[in-house]
């Protein structure tokens, strides 16, 4: 992949010292980083600083990649175990802003649309840690589970069981929308 290779040489750059080459690696990324930060916290100011925190941790961790995963799953991996930490520390769950919701036509189904998002987004934001992370990084980021076994360190088999178990929950929680 010509952008993983791109982004490996700017990250043997930014080891050097080279700051262009780390700022470039932080637009290149930055977008993602904050989007499974919101998914995961469903805060906007806290997937903002999560991800702040998160590059930070990158550029703190430069000396020690060695290259023996890809940049995108390594940056996956610290920022999703800085949203553990997270959400951890508050043990508690924050609705995601209204303004992420989808566009609806007419009154009744922009009601019926907006009430079973936001029904959605409480059966997600109530799954535990270790069933949240692994939907959002497949459903909403589309990871393999091979990525998201290697970003949680946990093996494929333990993915597929946490996946399996969070969308049994939201199955659950959703059964009047269905």
């Not at 009430?115 to 980021?141: F, I, N, S």
Request: charged share 30%.
């Amino acid at each position: 992949m010509v952008v993983e290779t791109d982004d490996i040489q700017l990250v043997r750059a930014a080891q050097t010292g080279d700051l262009w080459a780390f700022e470039e690696l932080v637009r290149r990324h930055e977008t993602r980083v904050y989007r499974v930060a919101l998914r995961l916290l469903g805060s906007p100011d806290e997937a903002e600083d999560a991800a702040q925190e998160a590059f930070v941790q990158v550029w703190q961790a430069l000396p020690a990649f060695r290259g023996e995963s890809s940049v995108s799953t390594w940056l996956y991996r610290i920022v999703t175990n800085r949203c553990l930490s997270l959400m951890e520390a508050r043990r508690g769950y924050e609705p995601l802003s209204e303004r992420y919701e989808a566009p609806t036509a007419g009154p009744q189904r922009a009601t019926e649309t907006h009430d079973a998002l936001a029904a959605l987004k409480k059966a997600v934001l109530h799954l535990t840690p270790e069933q949240r992370v692994p939907l959002v990084l497949r459903e909403l980021e589309g990871r393999s589970y091979d990525e998201i076994a290697e970003i949680l360190e946990i093996s494929v088999p333990a993915v597929k069981g946490r996946l399996h178990r969070a969308r049994l929950e939201v199955v659950v929680a959703m059964r009047q929308w269905l």
